[in-house]
């Protein structure tokens, strides 16, 4: 259950660092254009977001929006690792 809750958690935070990062990034709903709106995306990507600087500059962006995602891909085999044993 306490799995559970923490993947949720974890991918609801996802959702909201993308968010900001589109408002920011973007300067929708008004906003000013702000180039520090992905630093929420860098602590859930950590520790992926330090490999990236081994791609090249274009797809960094993308990767590093999407390296959260490896986190949660871990939580989740992880909960399903550990449901199994019980």
């Known amino acids: ?37 992905g630093i929420f995306l860098l602590p859930l990507g950590l520790p992926w977001n330090l490999v990236l600087g081994i791609f090249p500059p274009d797809p960094r962006f993308w990767l590093a929006a999407a390296a959260p995602g490896l986190n949660l891909a871990i939580f989740v085999a992880l909960s399903r690792m550990l449901g199994r044993r019980r």
Not at 4 to 19: G, H, K, Q, S
Not at 24 to 36: H, I, K, M, S, V
């Open 1 to 37: 259950m306490a799995w559970r809750m923490l993947i949720w958690l974890f991918a609801l935070l996802w959702l909201a660092a993308l968010a900001l990062l589109a408002v920011g990034t973007f300067g929708l709903f008004g906003a000013e254009c702000d180039p520090l709106s």
